[in-house]
């Protein structure tokens, strides 16, 4: 049931697919509120109490939801924007940070939950290509705007985060175990990293699964493996029509740069980062708060502003995140973050530190903290890091254990080659 609850709230937080458009983003907030809700009544209802809760940075924690409470004040006073819209503005970023430490307390088991995360991205692969097929009257999702700059239609895939967590979790079991059958979900998890025709998502989740995949080799045997899966991929990518497109495209944005235009995304990091906070520098330690796009005058003068100069927060969501809740926020989500890299970890959540440095990469050039579907499955993340779990438990002492003697066969399976 648990886990169940986690794939609901998954699923909900997109409108399950949004067949045909029908559930509208207001809605789509509503039922992920609601399943992050559901999830923490089940969470307190089933509690063990005589099991103390996992340690996870509490104080940074909390020091995250108390800014983001505080940065409803702060949109009224500098901005005159009204509380009840800043609420609803802040719902989409203070409940998936909230589901965080409802998944401690729920305490969902990893093995069934991660058949229902292979299920959700099955699907949502499923999902991508009908779209594909049905363009422009895209079946799911919203409706999609022709954009063939990289060499095929740019289409969303569903779920694009948990797929490269699924993918670093596959490269994860593959070194373990090596049981064969993970190649064909890492390759079917390439095939669809290309197809987002996303460059630093490509760029980012390939190298870091490359670095993952080699770790446990010795140096010679990294240099002769790396070297051959360099010159077959080199070889196969430069031969695509989406990689001549997106270099294209690269080299066109350079040579705009290179007359004195500044690019859109270090002009929006100056914005949102620095310019923006002059006004009033109460703001840098504690935001200007969440702004809502529809109804409100500073809502709209920021998205005319963005539009006219195309600075967006959804191009630079660590930006976007700092301006709506200040460094009292953002140093400790990214102090958080760090952390959860560095952590000591059993060789079968080696994984998770890879994938959570490739969220943090990405969000300084994309809009990951943008949507809440994608924020969701970083929490995701970060609880399986600080979950403790009996299998891997198993793993960290037998890797520690000192004895020659053979294992009993029941253990064999938990040995790192």
Known sequence: MREFLVALTLLGSTGFFNFHGAVSP???LILMCFFILLCGAYALQTRDR???LPKFPVIAWGTILGSMLISV???LIVHEQPIPLTLIATSSYIFPFL??????????RPKILFRYLFGIVI????VYFVNALTFPNNLFGDPILEDLTRGIQRLPIPY???LILLFFYAIN???ISRNKLWIIFIVVAIAM???SVIRQAILLSLGLGFLLYMRNYVWYKKVIIGSAIAGVALLILTNLPIYKSMMELSQQQYEDNSDNKEDVRIGAWRYFAIESQTENPVTIGFGNGAFSLDNSKWGTELYNFSLDNNYFTADVSLAGFLYRFGLVATVPFLYVLVSAIFMRKPPRKQYLSYFIACIALESIASGIFEYFYETIILMLALYLVYRPDDDEEVDSNIATEQSPKPLPRFKQRFVTH
């Open 50 to 52: 005589s099991k103390p």
């Open 99 to 108: 589901f965080f430490p409802i998944l401690l307390i729920l305490n969902p």
């Open 193 to 195: 990293i290309l197809l």
């Open 26 to 28: 207001r809605v789509r």
């Open 73 to 75: 004040l702060m949109a």
């Open 160 to 162: 694009f985060q948990l």
């Open 173 to 175: 079991e593959l070194s």
């Open 123 to 126: 699907a949502s692969i499923l």
